[in-house]
């Protein structure tokens, strides 16, 4: 089923005194569609929120929303509201002043505004709190004011920018879950920016992985996770393993001294290429003459798992995630099934700086 | 503790030399009459006259002429500290060490400056001949007094303006642009409110002393008008009537302290952050 399109960018590119941040960005937001824009910080995540949110002006491109540009149109003008990093709670106002500050703005009843408010309050949990002035809440309160007070206009859109940046990682948790169930609840299209990939890999309906002002993927997270398409987002979603290889024909490729079965097809014989593998798709065996093996340099307990480094033979270190434990100095064998193996270009996105910086 | 106490220690003695002990002075010039016997009576007789109509039209005049100059100094100062806030921050405080240069030099030279352009004979009325038109008196008027008063102040209103512009975090601007508040939206229900410590301590700042000033007002006023400043200098200085001048500056004093009061109590539950 195709949703409706209610935003799109075209050809989007932002400049700051000449330096690119944004480069070429197409990109469709669906109605009601929960869209996490991930990356490190400086990948222009954020550029890119301000620019739909109209505190900035496209360099060059054009931005629809349903269908109409508006790259001209002053952010009170767009029917879309923001979730701010540090939240931008108005210190001389109390709490209900705050969250009625849109619909004072269009002038509605008061009996009206007065309803509207005290029921998006309730949706974030902070039902009589109308005249606790902002100083006097925790962070996690400031948060949820922040988010009622830009739910409470019905925007279409919602635009949250690291939202939960600033919250201890158990209440994070917490307001993931909520913010998700605020998203159905009310069926507003959010778009997120973060740079925690767990929180984006849980959340979201649509991930667009973002690095040096390109959008490198777009996919629903168990796309984005299984299939990455280039050793920047393997290395950022999740951990990775990262090698040079070659194809030495179809379904099979050369890493790490020794030929694998793979998937993978279509590449030229002897074909340079990355291989991503991911911890957990590690099975350690005794090591045979038919596996790679390795030293065992250190193991952590992490809860579920232990990680376990892993100094092959030929001197790369690998990662594995496994539920068994290991001894420290053991040697031990690597064994990977075709589907463990995850192949992509080498000139699509790595120079041979970025593969060395990267081990 | 008692270390700390001694380091205030030189401070404490100024203050009392030069604040406590003078203030007690004036209170005891104010409210004791000396007979000629050379007996000490306790008098509210200094007072009453302090109070007759005559110093009180002065009074009422200069605070006229306080609250013009209050009133120009902030509608100026306003919108030069918005648009100084606007500015990047370099130029900004470039522009800003522009407004700031008049003050390094003392107020009665520029003062004088001001009485030779403004004169029958200065410069602008040289350009106003020139222009064929009639030439205009403008010193000795009270245009000339007012002018003097908001040219020498407007700094002290403009800085804590501008200092109050400069706490203000821009995410709070484009929050409201965020919420659908336009430009004068965003600034009467923001900005204005942000600021408002600002201008609080800004008509603070300019109005008290605007009350007494006094060479200002002799310098480009003449005698026509006599300010509450220059009524209080003829006491001691002309007439050498110590008791009345005391009581005149104890009336003052009184109406300073009252209008500090208010103006403390409407700058309560002002948001932290402010000045």
Known sequence: MEKQRLVLLKNVCKEFDGVEVLSNINLYIRKNEFLTLLGPSGCGKTTLLRLLGGFETPTSGDILFEGKSIINTPPYKRRLNTVFQRYA???????????????????????????????????????????????????????????????????????????????????????????????????????????????????????????????????????????PVNSFVADFIGESNILYGIMKEDYVAHFAGRDFRCLDRGYNNNEPVVVVVRPEDIKLVPPTDQTVNGVVTSIIFMGVHYEIRLKGDDGFEWLIQSIHSAEVGSRLGIHLDPDDIHIMDRSQYDTAESLEIKQ | MNRKKAFALPYIVWMIVFTIVPLLLILFYAFIHKTDTGALIFTTEYIRSALSGSSMSVLLLSLEYALITTVLCLLLAYPAALFLWQLRSRIGSIVNLLFMLPMWMNFLLRTYAWRALLDMSGPINRVLQWLGL????????????????????????????????????????????????????TLTRVILPLTRSGI????????????????????????????????????????????????????????????????????????????
Do not use: C
């Open chain 1, 89 to 227: 709670l108005f210190p001389h106002y109390d709490v209900f002043d705050n969250v009625a500050f849109g619909l004072k703005i269009k002038k509605l009843p008061k009996e009206e505004i007065k309803q509207k408010v005290r029921e998006k309050l309730k949706l974030v949990g902070l039902s009589g709190y109308e005249n606790r002035t902002i100083d006097t809440l925790s962070g996690g309160q400031q948060q949820r004011v922040a988010i009622a007070r830009a739910l409470v206009n019905e925007p279409e859109l919602l635009l949250l920018d690291e939202p939960l940046g600033a919250l201890d990682l158990k209440f994070r948790k917490e307001m993931q879950l909520e913010l998700k169930r605020m998203q159905k609840q009310l069926g507003i299209t959010f778009v997120y920016v973060t740079h925690d990939q767990e929180e984006a890999l849980s959340m979201s309906d649509t991930i667009a992985v973002m690095d040096s002002g390109r959008i490198q993927q777009i996919g629903t997270p168990v796309m984005i996770y299984n299939e």
């Open chain 2, 200 to 275: 609080i301590t800004g008509v603070t700042m300019v109005f008290m002393p605007a009350v007494t000033t006094f060479v200002v007002s002799r310098l480009l006023g003449g005698s026509q008008t006599m300010m509450f400043g220059d009524l209080l200098e003829n006491q001691f200085m002309l007439l050498k009537d110590w008791n009345t001048g005391s009581a005149l500056a104890v009336v003052m004093m009184v109406l300073m302290l009252l209008s500090m009061a208010l103006v403390r109590k409407s700058d309560d539950g002002v948001m932290p952050g402010g000045m």
């Open chain 2, 134 to 185: 009639p030439g205009q008196q403008l010193l000795y008027t009270e245009g000339a007094v007012i002018f003097g008063l908001v040219y020498n102040f407007l700094p002290f209103m403009l800085l804590p303006i501008y200092t109050a512009f400069t706490k203000i975090d821009r995410s709070y601007v484009q929050a409201a642009e965020d919420l659908g508040a336009n430009r004068w939206q």
